[in-house]
């Protein structure tokens, strides 16, 4: 079983940064495929960013790239999610995945809590 948790997120103005972060505790010791997922409200829950176990390879929604930057942190299972110029439809709670493999990162097999997000304009 692998737990996830996250932090970071609150507010900000449009155009602000945040840092979200999470690690992943348990499991067996392999190093994880980690991302990050989003659901802004009245919409479905969609894919945001992801990266590979060895953090050489990023995959991103095209409505963040170029804004959002995705990076394995310097403990083992851990990522963070570096968010510049945040846009009010940026606002969502994000929640933190593991996945089995970087083509299974849109289909995640273990969930944070969530964090919220909030962008005012």
């Known amino acids: 079983q692998v737990e996830l948790v996250e932090s970071g997120g609150g507010s900000v103005q449009a155009g602000g940064s945040l840092t979200l972060s999470c690690a992943a505790l348990?499991?067996?010791?392999?190093?994880?495929?980690m991302g990050w997922f989003r659901q802004i409200p009245g919409k479905e829950r969609e894919f945001a960013a992801g990266?590979?176990?060895?953090?050489?390879?990023?995959d991103y929604v095209d409505s963040v790239k170029g804004r959002f930057t995705i990076s394995r942190g310097k403990s083992k299972n851990t990522v963070i999610l570096e968010m510049n110029n945040l846009k009010p439809e940026d606002t969502a709670v994000y929640y933190c995945i593991v996945a089995d493999s970087f083509s299974k990162l849109k289909t995640p097999v273990y969930w944070g809590q969530g964090t919220q997000v909030t962008v005012s304009s």
């Open positions: 348990g499991g067996t010791g392999t190093i994880y495929v």
């Open positions: 990266i590979n176990w060895r953090g050489d390879r990023t």
